[in-house]
C-alpha cells in the first residue's frame, strides 16, 4: 500500500501547486496523510429542524425554519449591529451582524422563508444568533441532512476556494481514490484487546459520520491512537532508561541526615514532606537512578526536602548540587540552608556567575576534590571548569526554566549518572504530568506548612485607584512591604518600561514618605540585585517590577502583592506572583487590578483566582478555559507533539487507560521485537523520527 505520509497533497485530483502551497502553508497539510487527520473541530445537526421555543442555553449549531419580520440598525461606531426579528410560529429570535450590513439587508426578503443555521447564544434574557448562514427554503434539500462537518479554514485558504465544504469535497476524493481504505496502524490483538473501530473507519467516519453514535466511536478510536503512541514512546524509554541506567545506591541514612532531623529541624516537616522524603530515600536506595519531579505549590516547603535529600548524599559519600535559575534564588537558598545547617559540620559553596575570581580559585579545586559537599548554584554549574569528584544527586529548582539540555548537561558530568531531582512550583494537572513527564516518577506536596493564613485575593477596577492607595498605606503603616507587578507586553518592550516607569512616578508621588523601588529584566545583573536587596533588607516599602520576581524570592514580610493589568496574565502565571505573598504569621493580600472591559474568558480567570488558593485547581481550570478557547483543537502535548483530536482536560480517561495499555503491551514485549508489533514500531518512529531520545536524559 502507499505511503499516504510520503503522497504530497499537490497530487491529489483538484489540488495543484498554489492551493497546495496554501493548504502548507496555512494548515500544516502537506501529505495525504495529514489531509485525512486534518480533523472537522465540529459538527452539524442538519438531520432536523429546531424550534425557537425549545432553544436554552447549551445547544449546539441548529437550524430553523421561518421568516424574517423586521430589520433595525442598531447602536453606534464599533456597537453598530443590524437585527432582523426571526419567527417560526413557536417564538421570536434575533438574528444579529456586526459586518456586512447593508449587503445582509439587501440580500433577505421579509416575510419570505429561510433556513437559518447557527448557534443561539445567551444574550441578557433571551437569546439570539450571531451571523447565521442563511438559504432559502428550495435549497433545503441540499443544505439539510446528517451530521455536517466543519473544517478550520482561514481567511488566505477562503481566498483560494478552500472553505470548510472544498476540505469535505478533497476529503472525499482522497478516500474514494484510496477504496475508503487506510492502513492500520494497531496490531490485530491489540484491536481485539481493545474492541475499538478499526482506523479506515474511524478515518470515514470522522469526515462522514453514518450516524452520532459511529461519529463517537470513531473519535474515542482516533483520540485513543494518539494519546496511545505518546505514551507508549514515553514509558518505552522510560523502561530503557530504567534498565541501561544503574544509580549510585545509597544504603545509609547517617549521622548528618539524622543528626539533622533531630536537633536541627526547626519544625515539624508536613506529612507530604515527610512522604515525599520517603519516596526519594526509597528511589535513591533501590539501585536504579532516580529521575523525579517534585511538585509543589509555592511556599510548600520544597528547599528543606532538598536539604534532606542533599544530607542522605552526604552520608553516603558523595556530593550534591542545587541549580537555581537567577542569582537571586541561588544566593536565597544558600542563605536559607547555612541557616538550617547552623554548625553542623558539612561544608557548603555557592558558585555563581558573579562569583569573584578569587573565590572561584579556591572553590573549583575543593570540588574537585570532594571537600565541599553541598554546592548551591546558577547554570555557572554546568560550566566546563567545574568538575565533581563524586556528585551523587543534582536538584534542579524551578525546572521550567532550564531547557532540557542545560539539564542534561548537568548530569553527563560524571561517568555514572547521579540521581536527578527536578523541582517545581508550577503545578501540572495529572493528566499533563503523564503525558509531558511520563518518564520521570511524580511526587507531589500537597499540604502547606500550618499556620498559614490563606491569602485573600480581590479583584478591583483601575478606575478606583484612590481606595488602592489607601489600602496599601495602611498595611505599609502595620510594618509590611508590597510588591506592585506590571506586564510585559510581547512585542512592544518600550511599552513595558513606559508602563512599568509611569508607575514608579506616580507610586513615588502618592506615597512620597515611602520607600520605592523598581526592577525589570532590562537592568545590569548588578542594578536588579542592589534594588531587590532593598526590598529583601527591609528599607524599601515597595518594590515595583515586572514579572522579573515571579520566581521563588522569599521575602515573608512581604504581605500585598498587587498586579497591575491582570487581564493580561495567564492563570497560573497569577498563581505564581500570588504565592509571593502569605510567607509570614499575617494576613497577607493579593489585589488583581484590571479594566473595566473584561472578555468572558479573563472575568472567569480572575474569578477563579478569588475564588481559591489551590494551585492545582488553579491548573485544571487554566487547562480547561485554554482548552476550551482553542479553537482548532490543537494542544502540545510534550516536546513538540501535537495532539489533533484528543484533549488533556477532558480526555482524561482515555489517557489513562491508553496509559495502562500501553504498559501491558511493554510489560509483554518490552523492545516491540515481536512480528505482531512491528507495526507500531514503525509507527513510533514515523511519528517521532525527527525527535531525540531526550527520555535517556531528562
Ligand atoms: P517552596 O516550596 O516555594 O520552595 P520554601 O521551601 O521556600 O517553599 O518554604 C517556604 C517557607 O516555609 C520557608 O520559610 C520554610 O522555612 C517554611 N517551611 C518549610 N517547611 C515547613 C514546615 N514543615 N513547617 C513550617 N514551616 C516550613
Ligand atoms: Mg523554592
Known amino acids: 500500500m502507499l505511503d499516504l505520509d510520503k503522497r504530497s497533497i ?19 497539510i502537506s501529505s495525504y496523510e495529514d489531509l485525512l487527520y486534518y480533523f472537522p473541530y465540529r459538527y452539524v445537526d442538519r438531520s432536523r429542524f429546531y424550534q425557537v421555543a425549545e432553544i436554552n442555553g447549551s445547544m449546539p449549531y441548529i437550524q430553523l425554519k421561518g421568516r424574517i419580520l423586521s430589520f433595525e440598525t442598531l447602536g453606534e461606531g464599533r456597537t453598530r449591529r443590524l437585527v432582523a426579528r426571526f419567527a417560526d410560529g413557536s417564538g421570536v429570535i434575533d438574528l444579529v451582524w456586526f459586518k456586512g450590513v447593508a449587503f445582509v439587508k439587501n440580500k433577505y426578503v421579509l416575510n419570505k422563508e429561510y433556513i437559518v443555521f447557527g448557534k443561539p447564544t445567551e444574550f441578557g434574557r433571551s437569546y439570539n444568533i450571531a451571523h447565521p448562514e442563511i438559504d432559502p427554503i428550495e435549497q433545503g434539500g441540499q443544505v439539510a441532512g446528517g451530521l455536517t462537518p466543519f473544517y478550520n479554514t482561514t481567511e488566505k485558504m477562503k481566498k483560494s476556494f478552500l472553505n470548510s465544504k472544498a476540505i469535505q469535497n478533497l476529503q472525499y476524493s482522497l478516500l474514494k481514490s484510496l477504496n475508503w481504505d487506510i492502513p492500520e496502524t494497531l496490531p490485530r490483538h491489540l484491536l481485539d484487546r481493545v474492541g475499538m473501530m478499526s482506523l479506515p473507519e474511524a478515518i470515514r467516519n470522522i469526515h462522514f459520520p453514518d450516524s452520532a453514535e459511529a461519529l463517537k466511536s470513531a473519535q474515542l478510536r482516533l483520540k485513543f491512537d494518539e494519546l496511545f503512541f505518546v505514551q507508549l514512546n514515553t514509558l518505552r524509554t522510560a523502561t530503557m532508561r530504567k534498565r541501561k541506567l544503574k544509580g549510585i545506591v545509597f544504603p545509609n541514612v547517617g549521622e548528618m541526615f539524622n543528626t539533622f532531623y533531630k536537633d536541627y529541624l526547626p519544625f515539624e516537616l508536613t506529612g507530604a514532606q515527610k512522604r515525599v522524603v520517603r519516596e526519594i530515600r526509597a528511589d535513591m536506595g533501590s539501585g536504579r537512578q532516580m529521575n523525579r519531579l517534585l511538585q509543589g505549590d509555592v511556599g510548600s516547603g520544597k528547599t528543606l526536602v532538598a536539604l534532606l535529600s542533599m544530607l542522605l548524599a552526604v552520608d553516603n559519600a558523595y556530593q550534591a548540587c542545587i541549580m537555581a535559575p537567577t542569582e537571586i534564588l541561588a544566593n536565597q537558598h544558600y542563605v536559607t540552608i547555612m541557616e538550617f545547617l547552623k554548625d553542623m559540620p ?28 553541598i554546592v548551591i548554584g546558577t547554570h555557572a554549574l554546568i560550566e566546563e571548569t567545574v568538575v565533581f569528584s563524586s556528585l551523587g544527586l543534582s536538584i534542579i529548582d524551578e525546572q521550567h526554566r532550564f531547557g532540557v539540555e542545560q539539564r542534561a548537561r548537568l548530569w553527563t558530568k560524571n561517568s555514572v549518572i547521579p540521581h536527578v531531582l527536578v523541582m517545581t512550583a508550577t503545578p501540572i494537572p495529572r493528566t499533563l504530568a503523564m503525558t509531558l513527564y511520563g518518564d520521570l516518577d511524580v511526587s507531589v506536596i500537597d499540604e502547606l506548612p500550618p499556620g498559614r493564613k490563606p491569602i485573600k485575593t480581590l479583584h478591583r477596577y483601575d ?9 496599601l498605606r495602611k498595611e505599609i503603616q502595620l510594618g509590611r512591604q508590597v510588591y506592585v507587578v506590571y506586564p510585559l507586553i510581547e512585542g512592544s518592550e518600550k511599552l513595558d518600561y513606559k508602563n512599568l516607569e509611569e508607575g514608579f512616578e506616580i507610586f513615588k508621588e502618592v506615597f512620597p514618605e515611602y520607600k520605592v523601588c523598581m526592577v525589570h529584566g532590562k537592568m545590569k545583573a548588578a542594578d536588579k540585585d542592589a534594588e531587590m536587596q532593598k526590598f529583601i533588607s527591609g528599607e524599601a ?26 487581564e493580561r496574565f495567564g492563570l ?29 474568558d479573563t472575568r472567569k480567570r480572575l474569578e477563579i483566582m478569588v475564588s481559591t488558593n489551590d494551585g492545582f485547581e488553579i491548573a485544571e481550570a487554566d487547562l480547561r478555559l485554554r482548552g476550551h478557547g482553542d479553537l482548532d483543537g490543537t494542544q502540545q502535548s510534550g516536546e513538540g507533539v501535537y495532539l489533533k483530536i484528543a484533549s488533556l482536560a477532558t480526555d482524561g480517561q482515555i489517557l489513562q487507560y491508553a496509559r495502562d495499555i500501553a504498559n501491558e503491551l511493554l510489560d509483554k514485549d518490552p523492545d516491540l521485537t515481536d512480528e505482531t508489533n512491528r507495526i507500531l514500531n514503525e509507527r513510533l518512529s514515523k511519528i517521532f523520527r525527527k525527535k531525540t531520545n531526550w527520555g535517556l536524559i531528562s
Open 10 to 28: 499537490s497530487y491529489l485530483p483538484g489540488v495543484g501547486p498554489k492551493k497546495a502551497d496554501i493548504l502548507v502553508k496555512e494548515a500544516g
Open 346 to 373: 558539612i561544608k557548603v559553596a555557592l558558585l555563581t556567575g558573579s562569583t569573584k575570581k578569587k573565590e572561584r580559585e579556591k572553590i573549583l579545586p575543593a570540588i574537585a576534590s570532594g571537600e565541599i559537599q
Open 463 to 471: 478606575n478606583k485607584k484612590a481606595q488602592l492607595y489607601d489600602f
Open 541 to 566: 516599602n515597595m518594590l515595583l517590577a515586572t514579572t522579573v520576581i515571579e520566581v521563588g524570592v522569599n521575602v515573608p514580610n512581604a504581605s500585598v502583592m498587587v498586579i497591575e493589568s491582570a
Open 572 to 600: 497560573s502565571q497569577l498563581h505564581q506572583l500570588r504565592g509571593r505573598v502569605g510567607r509570614g504569621a499575617e494576613q497577607s493580600y493579593c489585589v488583581l487590578v484590571s479594566s473595566y472591559k473584561l472578555s468572558n
